[in-house]
């Protein structure tokens, strides 16, 4: 059911890639939507503007940001990729350094002419809905960080893209605050040489995890990678070994399941991160349990409120060509072109969905995670709802390519150079 208005007022909360590419969408029809877009920082990119400052900002916010020094993407630019905003050409270089993301974030904004409707430096306080007949409609409330003058405006939806990399996740772990070495998050690691001639422990081999392991040994005298997935085949550094999940922690050591203890000086825990919407006033009927937040339909709808949704909430995905599917989707929405399913239907769908996960060997904070084939099974059901084009079968293809060489070789497959042919074909270009 279309909002009966000529023109729907949106509030877009973020201006990282997400929130630039729901105002992207927005923009290009400007006799239906108003918008503007909110963000705290001083400028456009979230979580891709590296930020020197560890735990406060100069606002005296958490730090946002998770970028660390040498960062480069763990997925090809060819695949990172908003469909209609390639990256520009790197000297052919795939995988990019996030200086080069940022600065891709940083011309999207420009060239579809989003700066201007971006308010900078406000932070969302509250988001509640205000009932009307047969509609809901959303007030914003906000703070200016500098100056802490409070505002509130009206909307009649609100497009949430705070992300989910800026609040850390702690697995609670026997003895860890008895510890007396250096205990961080990957939320806060920035560059290596900190660790020069130490010995370390990474927690966690998720893609950080691994790429923080590998960078370490190249100054650490040992690093062990502690996880409980299965063991990695594929070479490591040669000072970089392999152990189960941490058991204990004591004052210099850690005991691993199974009982081996090891004598270190630093913990790096690379374990991720919390979903966070401090904003959502209780009305909003928003719950966020254990890596898990609902109700949502289809990971993005408030099946409540369905006129607030929620962008990157689904893990291990392609982050900007779903950004872009789930924009397309939820303006169609919006405008009536698209319905949704009764909120009993939806429920039923999202339970169906979350039982499947647990069927398949999931545990039930997996509630949101898509490895490998899931996200395309997403993908599908955002375009069999929306009425819209899946993300083409070479980004597809080049995805599953690159997860494989990355089982095989770790450490050189960010070397690997690629070419998208057309829309079902990618070439290896070295």
């Excluded at 502690?226 to 004591?250: F, M, Y």
């Excluded at 399913?341 to 169906?352: D, F, G, I, L, N």
């Excluded at 089982?407 to 070295?430: A, E, G, S, W």
Aim: glycine fraction near 6%; include cysteine.
């Amino acid at each position: 059911m279309a909002l009966l208005k000529s023109r729907i007022k949106v509030a877009v909360i973020g201006a990282g890639a997400a929130g630039l590419c729901c105002g992207r969408h927005l923009i290009a029809e400007p006799d239906r939507f108003e918008f503007d877009i909110y963000e705290q920082q001083d400028d456009v990119g979230g979580t891709w503007r590296f930020s020197t400052y560890i735990g406060e900002d100069q606002y005296g916010l958490p730090v946002h940001s998770s970028m660390y020094k040498n960062l480069r993407t763990n997925l090809p630019k060819e695949v990172m990729a908003f469909p209609d905003f390639p990256f520009q050409d790197w000297d052919g270089r795939s995988f990019l350094h996030h200086t080069e993301v940022l600065n891709y974030l940083e011309e999207y904004a420009k060239h579809y002419g989003l700066y201007e409707r971006i308010k900078f430096r406000k932070l969302i306080e509250n988001i509640r809905p205000l009932k009307q007949e047969n509609m809901t409609e959303w007030a914003v409330s906000f703070s200016d960080v500098v100056t802490k003058e409070k505002e509130t405006y009206i909307y009649d939806a609100v497009m949430v893209c705070n992300g989910h990399y800026s609040v850390p996740y702690f697995p609670e772990i026997p003895g860890l605050n008895d510890f007396k070495g250096v205990v961080i998050h990957s939320h806060d690691y920035r560059e290596p040489q900190d660790f020069k001639d130490l010995k370390v422990v990474v927690l966690g081999a998720g893609a950080s995890g691994i790429d923080i392991a590998i960078e370490v040994s190249s100054v650490a005298k040992e690093v062990i990678l502690s996880h409980n997935t299965p063991p990695k085949t594929c070479p490591l550094p040669s000072n970089t070994s392999q152990e189960k999940g941490i058991e204990s922690v004591e004052e210099s050591s850690v005991t691993f399941i199974g009982g081996k203890k090891y004598k270190c000086d630093v913990l790096i825990i690379c374990t991720g991160y919390l979903y966070h919407y401090p904003f959502f006033d209780p009305s909003c009927n928003v719950e966020i349990g254990d890596q898990k937040v609902s109700p949502l339909y289809l990971h993005m709808f408030l099946i409540d409120y369905p006129t607030l949704a929620i962008w990157a909430v689904p893990k291990l995905i392609i982050p900007f060509p779903i950004y872009d599917q789930q924009s397309k989707v939820f303006l169609k929405f919006l405008k009536g072109l698209i319905e949704l399913p009764s909120p009993e239907v939806m429920r039923a769908e999202t339970e169906k969905d979350f039982n499947s996960r647990l069927e398949a060997g999931f545990k039930a904070r997996h509630a949101h995670v898509m490895p490998g084939d899931w996200q395309w099974e997403y993908d599908n059901a955002l375009c069999e709802l929306g009425k819209i084009d899946p993300v083409p079968p070479a980004v597809r293809n080049l995805f599953r390519h690159v997860h494989h060489l990355r089982t095989l070789d770790v450490i050189h497959y960010k070397d690997t150079n690629y070419n998208l042919v057309d829309n079902k074909t990618f070439k290896q270009v070295n």
